[in-house]
């Protein structure tokens, strides 16, 4: 066992806070020995600067520039040490240029959220009314990725043997006649389970369960008086997150846990896991839209933009995630690898997946490098990979997606016929 | 938090008290792990925990596992409902023998 070696070491120091080069690899924050590693991509920034929270603290403790010497290529990387993983709350500032017309937006003023944080605090409960003026609205967090899985594997049941129940995990049980205790959370679906087998399902998909903010674009219905919120979740924050609010222990940051407990009780049980991802575009929205992470770290890699810099539109939502720029693949091609691999993930439905098979430019690829990295990944080998073979674009693409023997894809007019039957 | 272990017969029984969170949870594990050393009948007495976060559930599992490979027993004393609700919701409650009292804890590891 190695249980010293010289990286465990600080060599700097800044108000305080010892710390060192960091690993490029991988991306994220990890926990290493007596630290923390944090390594972010960005091609077009000038400086970035790692900025540390208290849990729910309103302003930093410490902002500690990344010297020159720590970057790699694109990457900025560094090992800070003696830090509180359950306590630390951490995020960016990324120093360019702000010209638009050139796809190039930063502003050191905001605070970022890492693209490849593990736990996202800031909307821990839902519902709970935010505090806007917050200068850190979606915190990135560490996670603890040791739970202990016993014997459990994904169930790799034939997808022609599957019952999928597409579930709302909030709506699955917040009705009181659900009869059990903390509704509306994976916990509860968890209470459920003797429920689901009775129905003699074997699959249940959930519907978008990475981080989103369910006070976007809140308003009060002219006719009621309610408060209407972003119930359904087709707005990702954060991609590798798991969202507080469903989880009962979210106001602990303990949903990670939970969701992993949900998992391996349902597999215990013989019902598979999907999970509904979203990669088509982000919570950020179009220009007037809110900057959160991707957008004020390298707006020109993550997002399709016109030629004037503004952003193309095939999702219906404002922007359209750039999957086949090669680092955003990446990005999501590790993202679904830790899905599989630390959740134990059974499969995936894609939103809007024709977007997936898009170039940078927008046009329709005839063998889009996302889509087939997908198809023929190790990790990813056993998981179902569903498509919707369409987009708001204009892309219809059921029975034509570029599958590689792999892709199954969602039949829309199929389904309407039956539910008109 | 203040924890201490003491030995019962052949029972070792690790009592804490307070909140166990990321600040406390070293020195719980440190007196944990070294009091279980060897041993395969153990009690952890909570009854007057208040608070376990993610890093104090961690430090019960270590210890779980580590009296497991001996073929051994742990049992949670006295946790309150609300540490037994985050525990189940968590994953970590189905490793433990529970108990509501320290008494009936060593009962039961004399019994086993």
């Not at chain 1, 954060?238 to 992993?260: C, R, S």
């Not at chain 2, 104090?56 to 409902?81: C, D, F, H, P, W």
Request: a negative charge; one cysteine or more; proline letters at 5%.
């Amino acid at each position: 066992m190695v249980d010293n070696r010289i990286d465990y070491y600080p060599t700097h120091e800044h108000e305080g806070i010892k710390f060192r080069r960091g690993h490029a690899l991988p991306f994220g924050a990890t926990m290493v020995a007596d630290g923390v590693n944090f390594s972010i991509f960005s091609s077009t920034s000038t400086s970035c600067t790692l900025v540390l929270f208290e849990r729910g603290a309103p302003e930093p403790y410490a902002e500690i520039p990344f010297p020159d010497e720590f970057r790699i290529g694109n990457v900025y990387c560094m090992t800070v040490f003696e830090l509180d993983y359950e306590r630390l709350e951490y995020g960016y500032r990324m120093d360019g240029p702000y010209n638009p017309a050139a796809g190039l937006r930063f502003n050191k003023s905001i605070i970022l959220s890492d693209p490849y944080a593990k736990v996202i605090g800031g909307r821990d409960k839902w519902l709970a009314k935010p505090d806007w003026d917050n200068v850190y609205q979606y915190r990135s967090r560490l996670a603890f990725e040791d739970f202990d899985w016993e014997h459990d594997h994904p169930l790799e049941t034939p997808i022609e043997d599957l019952v999928i129940y597409e579930m709302h995990v909030r709506g699955f049980t917040q009705h009181e006649s659900s009869g059990v205790k903390n509704r509306g959370t994976f916990s509860a679906i968890k209470a459920k389970i003797p429920y689901l087998k009775e129905l003699g399902i074997n699959c249940v998909e959930l519907l978008p369960i990475y981080e989103f903010d369910e006070w976007e674009n809140s308003r009060i219905s002219p006719t009621t008086g309610e408060t209407l919120v972003n119930y359904w979740g087709y707005s990702t924050v954060n991609f590798f997150a798991p969202k507080a609010g469903y989880a009962a222990t979210g106001k602990f940051g303990m949903q990670v846990d939970e969701l992993k407990t949900l998992i391996k009780e349902l597999h215990k049980n013989g019902i598979e896991v999907m999970l509904d991802v979203v990669f088509n575009h982000t919570a950020e929205g179009d220009q007037r839209g809110p900057t959160i992470s991707f957008r004020g770290i390298d707006n020109k890699a993550y997002y399709m933009l016109t030629p004037e810099g503004y952003y193309f539109n095939y999702s219906g939502t404002g922007n359209t995630l750039n999957c086949n720029n090669p680092v955003v693949r990446n990005m999501v091609l590790d993202c679904l690898r830790y899905w599989a691999s630390e959740y134990h993930i059974d499969g995936f439905r894609f939103d809007l997946a024709a977007i997936l098979g898009r170039a940078q430019d927008g046009s329709p690829l005839s063998n889009p490098p996302l889509l087939e990295s997908l198809a023929y990944d190790p990790v990813l080998a056993k998981c179902k990979l569903i498509a919707e073979a369409w987009d708001a674009g204009g892309l219809y693409q059921v029975g034509s997606f570029p599958a590689y023997g792999r892709w199954a894809e969602w039949n829309g007019k199929y389904r309407e016929s039956m539910r008109k039957f | 938090m203040n924890v201490t272990s003491s030995k019962v017969e052949d029972i070792t029984v690790i009592e804490a008290s307070g909140n166990i969170d990321s600040k406390t949870a070293p020195e719980f594990e440190r007196t944990a792990l070294a009091a279980i050393l060897g041993q395969s009948k153990v009690m952890i007495d909570l009854t007057n925990v208040e608070f376990l976060s993610s890093a104090g559930l961690r430090v019960l599992l270590m210890i779980y596992r580590q009296v497991k490979a001996k073929n051994g027993n742990v049992v949670l004393a006295g946790t309150s409902e609300e540490i037994q609700d985050v525990m189940s919701n968590t994953g970590f409650l189905s490793f433990f023998i529970t108990v509501d009292t320290p008494q009936e804890g060593l009962k039961t590891l004399k019994a086993a």
